[in-house]
């Protein structure tokens, strides 16, 4: 027989994000809850903020309908993992209707994937990134979640909205490209029109030929961008204009599978580009000799740094 959750504070520290995974373990009704929950979404058409409000909204209005002693139900009886069954269900008819196991599509470190979505939009997917969507919603719905960066062609039709970490793009049938690592997002905008969203709701329209950028919370100006270097990652091309060196780290580990390992290079930039049809030796090579940092391969996955520089 499973043990019970701690009375009421167990449910407490849950609904706090306080409860350990320790504490979690051996309570299987609420790990199948802490699932279910985990693929709860806000309604396409709402800011987070304005989802729980109607959600409270419509909470407030049944406990009106219902209060006569007949139909009130006696929940200082229930069990805490009961009552947050019910609090989840309640929950999930609002914001999804029903349980659905999302679709992921992942392309691990040194992959390109491309993906035929249902509405036949085509996404490719640089390395390192994922997206994820309901299927069945699909036809109403084109709602997907980036991580990473990809670049699609969207066909002609309803809304088609983009949700990352930092902020959400929306279009209606266009074709453009999206990065959203490491706190920043970026959108250009190849054909069309796009729309960039914060998670704050601030709001701005790009049309071909323009891009704009997310970072630390701030949408900055709508520029022009220079497609080729933009997309060359679709040909195993990246390009680097006055880029902090830690990105371009980021990529040479993205693209060819390694670890890179040594001092924190915040301050150093890089402008140029890296071929993945170079080996990786030539790579090193020719990002960090001319920047004077000594480079060791380990092994076929690590390599390690020393700056010279920060030596003296």
């Known amino acids: 027989m499973q043990d019970q959750l701690p009375h009421k504070d167990g449910l407490n520290k849950w609904i706090n994000g306080e409860i350990s995974e320790q504490e979690v373990e051996g309570h299987e009704d609420l790990k199948k809850i802490l699932s279910f929950a985990a693929h709860l979404q806000v309604p396409s058409n709402q800011l987070h903020e304005e989802a729980w409000q109607a959600f409270a909204a419509k909470l407030a209005a049944k406990e009106v309908a219902t209060n006569s002693p007949s139909r009130v139900l006696a929940l200082r009886y229930w ?26 599509i992942d392309a691990g470190r040194g992959e390109l994937i491309s993906q035929t979505l249902p509405d036949n939009s085509e ?35 309803s809304s088609f909205l983009v949700h990352t970490q930092w902020g959400t793009v929306a279009v209606l049938g266009t074709s453009f490209n999206v990065l959203a690592r ?13 729309s960039v969203r914060t998670l704050e709701g ?3 329209a790009l049309e071909a030929g323009q891009a704009a950028h997310l970072n630390s919370g701030v949408l900055g100006e709508v520029f022009p961008f220079n497609p080729p270097q933009t997309i060359g990652w679709q040909k195993g091309e990246f390009y680097f204009d006055n880029t902090p060196l ?42 960090f000799s001319p920047m004077g940092i000594i480079y060791k391969v380990i092994d076929e996955t690590h390599i ?9």
């Open 123 to 157: 996404v490719q997917l640089n390395a390192e990134s994922s997206i994820s969507y309901f299927e069945r919603d699909w036809p109403e719905s084109r709602n997907l979640n980036l991580r990473g960066e990809a670049y699609f062609e969207v066909e002609k039709g």
């Open 202 to 204: 601030k709001e701005k």
């Open 182 to 194: 490491e706190g920043r997002l970026e959108v250009a905008c190849f054909s069309g029109k796009v």
């Open 246 to 287: 830690n990105h371009v780290i980021a990529v040479i580990e993205r693209q060819y599978n390694v670890e890179v390992d040594g001092p924190t290079i915040d301050t150093r930039i890089y402008s140029g580009r890296i071929l993945k049809e170079d080996s990786l030796s030539v790579t090193l090579h020719r990002v």
């Open 304 to 312: 390690s740094l020393r700056d010279t520089a920060m030596a003296r």
């Open 79 to 104: 069990k805490p993992t009961a009552v947050a069954a019910v609090l989840i269900l309640l929950v999930a008819v609002y914001f999804v209707g029903w349980y659905q196991t999302p679709t992921v």
